[in-house]
């Protein structure tokens, strides 16, 4: 269900007068958290900043298909999900970048202090997050880091809630697993 913030945003964005005010409102409120939970999912900075702009720009193109039964919030992190996983599936179909330079290059990032700040728990988290299948890396990051609900995941990713709940036991094993290995 829509807060009274979201209310209001829509009601400024469905006005001709005050569609722009509405949309930098909209970017301001969200902006934070969509980067932040596509960053989780691609860890590199300017792959993160990229989907983003490309998520509010595919919000504002389509913001008049948004019937209000979820909240803005829901409403983008469905965009933003589907627009990383898309890239990360991209990623994997390039001919000349395989996933294993992809990996490689994560890595290196996490390996790199200027670029990740974790302690060695965290780096070890990230690096069992980042094997994980992208649907369970993500089910794991709403559920554990994001704090959603079920029904919000099964709303943003359109999966049922037992099949959210079998992927999220399965990270949770997977990254056990590995974070024991390691």
């Known amino acids: 269900m829509m807060n009274t913030k979201d209310q209001e945003i829509l009601h400024l964005i469905q006005s001709p007068v005050s569609r722009d005010m ?3 409102q909209l970017i301001q409120t969200y902006q934070k958290k ?11 900075h300017e792959d993160a900043d990229d989907l983003t702009q490309n998520t509010f720009i595919k919000a504002f193109h389509h913001i008049d298909k948004f019937q209000g039964q979820s909240s803005l ?7 933003a999900t589907n627009e990383t996983l898309t890239f990360l599936e991209k990623k994997k179909k390039r001919f000349f970048f395989s996933m294993d330079d992809y990996q490689e290059k994560i890595e290196s ?8 700040d974790g302690d060695q728990i965290q780096m070890k988290l990230q690096r069992a997050m980042q094997s994980l299948p992208e649907k369970q890396r993500l089910v794991f990051q709403l559920k554990n880091q994001e704090d959603l609900t079920y029904d919000q995941i099964a ?28």
């Open 109 to 116: 990032y996490l390996n790199h202090p200027d670029h990740f």
């Open 155 to 182: 709303e943003i990713t359109g999966t049922s809630i037992g099949a959210l709940k079998a992927s999220y036991h399965h990270a949770v094993k997977k990254i056990e697993q590995s974070v024991l290995e390691e």
């Open 73 to 79: 919030f829901t409403w983008l992190y469905r965009i």
């Open 34 to 44: 969509v980067y932040h939970v596509i960053r989780r999912m691609v860890l590199i």
């Open 22 to 24: 509405g949309f930098r």
